[in-house]
């Protein structure tokens, strides 16, 4: 135990005796930003309130600190009394889960029985280890935190329930940067405390968010035996599983899934070659770039999948003796799932159709936590996502433009943007003006504007028309848990952005480098130059993320590179083909490779790192989602983000535990 200095043991002291005391004196709360008591001696102010030009709304001690009431006048004090909940924080409820629309008994089972484990872990870790000096202290109950995104002022992690503050200038630090001080005391701007004294473990106060009742109440519900049962007669658990799979056997008794991959060798070259890639032995150049596609092993030949042949893992389902279809017969062979062959760049890859995909079809494809391509998802649209449409629609906006050689950035209007795409004359007359090349891009448009509220039409084509999955993918659906997130807690922007990109020149790359996110998403590519694959992605399965990293790693000391905290979540690097054979060559691992046309959408599960090459002019947009079958993947990531300092956006703790009381 560190020695304290006498400053520190009378700070010490002091606010020891105030928290013993709190209940003893009459006490005012604080109603007001600090900025507004400086009539009151040795006053001090949270950190918020240091800018005079800070808004009341930003102070962090109203509503928590308290002065004493002596003769009239306020005296200063460290008093922090309980606060005062005029209703539970778990009564909150997101009002954008659409709960309109039916869901069974068998629907709120399945999702419990993705949730009940991880927030019971969640709730377990989440437990204070009490210091020698402190165990006497009574827990702090907190007001409620509405319109503010809790976080650590040390890590940036979300703040899940218990935490720790400084009763001098109202920093909150979570328990892992409590228990780890010994490494945050090493930066001394982590521990410096404007009262004039420096942070210690002594002298911050345990708090917590929820009472200790709301939170026995989870724990019970979480507990009980028959918690997934719900309304079901089933005594045990095994029975509820019983009864569970015959309801969605029942569920899906119109469903048909063809075999994953044509059964003759002819109709497995003749879909690689629908998809605009090469079946030669060899690796194949496309035209549009030099940039390698989908190749073939000379000898055909099944897939081990889980003791499964790839040609017979997903089996009819329902409907008997059904023909399968010959090789001239290609559009209704696509008409449901099926798996390419491994190659020499890619893992067997699982390709549907938004025609027929189903949500129960969907479920069997995402429990396994692998990316797929989707399809013929413009089938339904009623828009023209094309550059002239953007020209005539939204040209008035103002765009920022990245350069790809050099990664500059440029303004420009939206109408001369896409008017470049009219032309490879009108490309060199836009891009000759900023002196850019002709490899060029919008990220994330729009950058901080609400995408409803910028692109209404298109946004309610996109989310009702466009995604496929809508149970999981839709704003407001079931399966996407990250809409149980109360308003009141600032959910994240989680979309749509669209990413648009022209290429028109074959020595300069246009590329997302290598990055991992915490959310899953689906990229959807609304427009494309090319008829063929404009875009070519590398998704790695998310067991892989360790070897990857390892890798990368590696890769960058050896080429003398510096490039960033953590080699992944950085986005630092693009793994090239000599790379990609390196990989598999010393780790054994090797990506999902996708060929994205104009109409393809492509899921990538949280955890998944994965780049992607532009090789042809298009237009994509994108959505994330918080799926069930992922969450674990989610909260490894979110602590990956919490050890390098990045702020947890979606609060997925908080997420998951309100998704439990949706249900």
Known sequence: MPKLSRAEQTYFSLVNNHRKNVEKYDLQLQDKGCNQYEEIEQFVKCKSCLDPAAAEVDCLFKDFRAFRQHKGSLRFGYFFPDAIQQRSPLSHSSKRLNKNKPYDATDRHYLKSKLRDILKETIAHDQPTFHHRTKSYKVLQRKDFEEYRHVCDICSTSIF??????????????????????????????TECHSGLKHSLQTFTLSQKYTKGDMDTIMMELDEEDVLLDDSSAKTEAEAEAMLDAKLKMKSADTVVLPMTPDSDDQRIDYIEDRGCSSSASLQESSSGGIPVYSDDDSIHSVSMGGHSASTYYEVVSQKDRDVTTSNEKSSRLEDVIMTEETSMSLPTIIANAVTLTTRKFQEIWQKKDPLLVENCLEKSCLSWNPKFF????????????????????????????????????????????GTSRVIKIKDWPPKDDFKEVFNELHDDYMNKVLPAPDYCSEGDFFNISNRLPEEYMPPDLGPKMFISQVNDPTIKSCTKLHCDMADAVNVMCYSKSKSAAAVWDIFASKNLPQLRSFVHKLNKQRKRNLGFDPILSESSYLEEADLIELEKQTGVKPFRFMQKAGDAVFVPAGCAHQVQNIAGSIKCAYDFLSPETIQESSLITSHLQNIKLEDKLQLKTTLLYAWKSL
């Open 161 to 190: 329930n218990f935490h720790y503050v400084c009763p001098g200038c109202a920093i909150d630090i979570c328990l892992h940067c409590y228990n780890h001080w010994y490494q945050v005391k090493k930066d001394p701007k982590k």
């Open 391 to 434: 020209g005539e629609k939204y040209g008035d906006q103002e765009i920022e433009v990245i350069d790809s050689r050099d990664n500059s950035k440029h303004i420009s209007t939206s109408k001369e943007f896409f008017d470049s795409y009219e032309s490879e004359e009108k490309l060199k007359e836009y891009c000759k003006r900023p």
